[in-house]
């Protein structure tokens, strides 16, 4: 086999174990801090790369010395790097939730991105050797990079469940020795070097689990629960996208808002934790109805004093609270959507008959989807959509979702679910009472603006508002309350002691009676954003953003105003949460990526002096940015339609990668700064600019069934894709006779645009949205026609 054709299959196999590794860690590490931590993850990654070009140009001469040697040597450092870094970076007490109160935590980001960019320096040094010697081949050598790393993320989605987190990691160190293999093929010694150290990993594998675990903050509700007397872990399962703890504790006690007047036990319950944090349980039913009496004292038992023998549907349908609470109150149809396959095999196979078998029950039908995509192929109509509670309230109170994606809390999702109600159907939503009021008031704003968007013209005669010690839960009518219905809301409130915050028609005398505050904020609040002559106003003046959020901006959990930071921060007595609700984590991140990147990047470049062309790294500087705005924000927009976000991802980087791969190889037959050249860059500019203007096209795929939503989406990106691969390559050829220190600046300033660029659309799509990234990427590259000419 030719020696390219050799190297160009190292470069595909490393470039798989690679990507595997950024998916792998993004996974990994939403379950030891938190899940909106994906971009940090993708910014390290790429900063790694960055490094590399930079230590490519200063000391490239003597890597080229012995161009195999130095290509096994990068690549086997790869594999070891990978399993080190994450050992060390476990180590490093960064937790997240402690921002709120220790600000000192934020210099401990830093030290993840010291620790896990090494893996991505090495792998991105092997890449742009391999760049820098191909020369006329530079199209060869990227495909197979485009191709390797766009198959990388798939082969790891099915690896997830039978080794978990740290197993994978040790897969993927594994294929970097394998790599390292191929490339040390001509020297006997040195194959002999890595293919021993290869099956001593292999060997490390079976010991994976015990060996590196994941150290999960031990503010997460996994750890609390398991620090309570008594308790212990029954067992952990993995998938692709989630890591499920299943606990016996007395710290498990599932029943959000449960009334002070309910006098006896609760039944025997069995907690169960998603990525360590989102708690449900499975409950204990015998079959006797009796057993389900304290479901009749939970707020969401409220939609049933409306209704007889409902038709119902539960979104999140988890470990079955909702279920035995539908059951208990003589619902005639039950369908139950949950998008975690674990949970469900979990309640319906090995703790069905601590559950009651209730997923079996002939009035039950399950579904395992989620509720976005589910309700948007449904043609039928329900008398009761129950949207469960998810989540934990501390990790609410911190704002550390504040950067994740909720597309369940949007205007378009309520109206959604709305839609599909019978005549005289409600929706109902619950939510943790988190004084001062954000998240508790934002869905009252969310059901108004539904409403609205439906062409009800009195969205105030549709809501009922209640609270208990600890929810808030909204009742929803697709049609007006009449006053039966208004007089039950009140009567199924004194008989529990629920305060009531709205119905239609209420008195101030009504409110705030029995678990109450110094003054009744959550009536007051209502109150104006019902009233629509003033609610604009009351959105501007108020000191959070609860403003309805929209699938452009789903950012459910952000409410922060940068107008109001000293009042706010005064408001949660001087706490760095505030910041946190705020995003500020992005523009810290920023900061420290941008004071890395000038030490490996800028400062070398000026002691160099004019030996690199610098005008024409300005090129590569701008399709870098470009390039990471589109990836970053066609993850988070497709989110949405494929249902999570490790999904998203996988699906994304594919379909990109192997786009661009396929763009990059044909990309030799343009000629650098030829019309062809230009038409690319402006096609490619105006491209990114239509999608932006055509943003929800691709919501129409939400009611096909999985496998067309993936097809779909690769057809969608794949057009983009294809012309993102050509100006890299096609660039090295433009700007050759510069020689290999110009590509390794190439290379270093392509990646340190890259880490900006994966970072900077994460505080854009806040507050400008995702339509707007796309637009911004198309000037970006826009710009670039000026530099060609």
Request: aromatic residues 14%; proline residues 4%.
């Amino acid at each position: 086999m030719d020696r390219w054709n050799v190297r160009c299959a190292g470069v595909f196999i490393l470039s798989a174990a690679t990507l595997m590794l950024q998916v792998a860690f993004t996974r990994v590490f939403s379950i030891a801090l938190w899940r909106n931590f994906v971009w940090m993850i993708i910014s390290i990654a790429l900063l790694g790369y960055a490094a590399s070009g930079t230590f490519q140009s200063v000391l490239g001469d003597r890597l080229r010395k012995d161009f195999d040697k130095a290509l096994t040597v990068s690549s086997a450092l790869f594999s070891a790097s990978t399993l080190l870094s994450y050992l060390a970076s476990n180590q490093l007490q960064l937790d997240p939730f402690t921002f709120a109160w220790d600000s000192s935590q934020l210099l401990n980001i830093g030290g993840y991105y010291a620790l896990l960019l090494i893996p991505f320096f090495f792998s991105g040094l092997t890449l742009g050797l391999m760049i820098e010697g191909s020369k006329s081949q530079i199209n060869r050598v990227y495909f197979s990079s485009f191709l390797g790393s766009s198959l990388g993320t798939l082969l790891i989605l099915p690896l997830f469940a039978p080794l978990g987190g740290p197993g994978v990691i040790v897969v993927i160190s594994i294929v970097g020795g394998v790599s390292a293999m191929v490339f040390a093929s001509p020297s006997k010694r040195l194959l002999r070097a890595v293919t021993v150290y290869t099956l001593a990993l292999s060997v490390i594998l079976l010991w994976a689990g015990a060996l590196i675990p994941v150290e999960i903050s031990p503010y997460k509700s996994l750890n609390v629960a398991l620090r309570y007397p008594g308790s212990s872990l029954i067992e952990t399962r993995w998938n692709a996208f989630s890591r499920i703890d299943v606990v016996e504790s007395g710290y498990v006690r599932y029943a959000p808002g449960l009334s002070l007047r309910y006098g006896s036990y609760l039944p025997e319950q069995i907690g169960v934790f998603v990525d360590g944090d989102e708690v449900n349980a499975i409950t204990r039913y015998d079959g006797r109805r009796s057993s389900l009496d304290f479901t009749g004292f939970l707020p969401t038992a409220l939609p049933y004093a409306l209704l007889e023998e409902p038709r119902v549907l539960i979104v999140d349908a988890g470990g079955g609270l909702g279920i035995l609470t539908a059951l208990y109150h003589g619902s005639s149809r039950i369908m139950a959507v949950e998008d975690n396959p674990i949970i469900v095999d979990l309640v319906r196979d090995k703790y069905a008959s601590f559950s009651g078998s209730i997923y079996q029950d002939e009035k039950v039908e399950v579904q395992v989807s989620d509720g976005r995509s589910f309700i948007q192929g449904r043609q039928d109509s329900y008398d009761l959509i129950e949207l469960s509670m998810t989540g934990g309230a501390s990790a609410s109170s911190t704002g550390i979702y504040a950067l994740s994606e909720d597309y369940l809390y949007t205007v378009e999702s309520f109206s959604g679910f709305i839609g599909h109600l019978s005549e005289n159907g409600f929706f109902s939503v619950s939510r943790w009472l988190l004084p001062p009021p954000r998240e508790d008031v934002r869905v009252v704003s969310l059901a108004i603006a539904a409403l609205e968007s439906m062409g009800v013209s009195e969205p105030w005669r549709h809501l009922a508002v209640i609270r208990s010690w600890g929810t808030i839960n909204l009742v929803v009518g697709r049609s007006p309350l009449s006053q039966e219905e208004i007089s039950a809301v009140r009567l199924f409130c004194r008989e529990r002691g629920f305060d009531i915050v709205y119905v239609p028609g209420v008195d101030p005398s009504e409110v705030n009676v029995y678990n109450r505050f110094p003054e009744p904020i959550y009536y007051n609040i209502v109150s104006q954003l019902v009233d629509s002559a003033d609610r604009e106003e009351f959105y501007s003046n108020y000191l959070y953003d609860i403003s309805p959020t929209t699938d452009d901006k789903p950012f459910f959990f952000n409410f922060f105003k940068w107008d109001r930071l000293v009042e706010t921060y005064d408001t949660l007595e001087k706490r760095w949460q505030a910041l946190i609700e705020g995003g500020f984590l992005v523009p810290i991140v920023l900061l420290q990526a941008l004071a890395l990147s000038i030490l490996i990047v800028i400062l070398p470049l000026y002691r160099l002096g004019g030996s690199v062309e610098k005008s024409g790294l300005l090129y590569f500087f701008l399709i870098g940015l470009g390039y990471m705005f589109i990836e970053i924000t066609t993850i988070q927009r497709f989110i949405l339609i494929l249902g999570n976000s490790v999904y998203s991802i996988s699906m994304v980087l594919f379909s990109l990668l192997l786009s661009s791969g396929l763009g990059s190889y044909y990309s030799g037959r343009i000629e650098p700064r030829s019309r062809n050249h230009m038409l690319i860059i402006q096609g490619l500019g105006g491209l990114s600019i239509l999608y932006g203007l055509i943003f929800r096209l691709e919501w129409a795929l939400l009611g096909l069934d999985f496998g067309a939503r993936l097809l779909l989406s690769f057809i969608f990106i794949f057009p983009l894709g294809f012309l993102m691969g050509m100006p890299f390559p096609i660039g090295i050829r433009m700007h050759e006779a510069s020689g290999g220190s110009f590509v390794g600046w190439a290379w270093a300033v392509n990646g340190c645009a890259s880490v900006l660029g994966s970072i900077i659309p994460v505080t854009m799509a806040l507050y400008l949205g995702f339509p707007n990234i796309y637009v911004a990427a198309g000037v970006l590259y826009l710009l670039n026609v000026l530099l060609i000419r």
